[in-house]
């Protein structure tokens, strides 16, 4: 068996998001990746069994990476609950601003694992939703945010609507711009949760 080396996984992830951004995941070709990653076809097959399989690894890496980043601010003591509220949106537009091949991805390419069923997305993407839930939590157990909300509602309205505005921005990124749309999310969601 042939010993993997170097950073060859990352470099056909990578590869593969810019590929699936430009050509679509049902168009894309594993020689395709393999070329823009700088690595043999073959060697394509040593980490991945298929492009489900590269396009599962993009997911679990992204939900993973936005989970822990939420759990971490969540359990913060230095922070109150609308500055995490607020990093939190943040982080999650800073990390589609800097990589908008990732954002086409997402949002183009994400319902086809959710649709069939072969994702570890569900995992990551509710324990990323719980720990929102528990910044909201605590901002009303501080008198911060309105207690009158339905945060379970709240919380799948905020990151649809943002997943929403991505795709928006996907399609049509003159209208809807990043930075745009990121402020008045943070806009619109503060007034809706702000107790003053």
Do not use: C
Not at 5 to 31: C, L, M, P, R, T
Not at 48 to 56: G, H, M, Q, T
Not at 126 to 135: H, P, S, T, V
């Amino acid at each position: 068996m042939r010993v993997r080396e170097g950073n060859k996984e990352k470099d056909i992830i990578e590869a593969s998001i810019k590929v699936f951004a430009k050509e679509g995941f049902h168009q894309a070709k594993i020689s395709t990746i393999a070329k823009v990653a700088g690595v043999a076809t073959g060697s394509v097959y040593l980490y991945f069994k298929n492009k489900e399989s590269i396009l599962n690894k993009i997911f679990e890496e992204l939900w993973q990476k936005i989970y822990t980043e939420a759990s971490s601010l969540s359990k913060r003591k230095d922070m109150g609950p609308l500055e995490k509220f607020e990093t939190l949106i943040d982080y999650v537009f800073d990390l589609f601003i800097s990589n908008p091949s990732l954002a086409v991805v997402f949002v183009s390419e994400e319902h086809h694992l959710v649709r069939n069923r072969k994702s570890v997305i569900p995992n990551f993407y509710e324990k990323f939703l719980d720990e929102g839930e528990a910044i909201i939590n605590e901002g009303i157990k501080s008198g911060v945010f309105i207690s009158n909300i339905n945060v379970k509602v709240f919380r799948n309205f905020t990151f649809g609507g943002i997943r929403h505005l991505l795709h928006q921005w996907a399609q049509f990124p003159i209208e809807f711009p990043l930075n745009t749309v990121r402020q008045n999310v943070k806009y619109i969601l503060k007034k809706g949760i702000l107790l003053n």
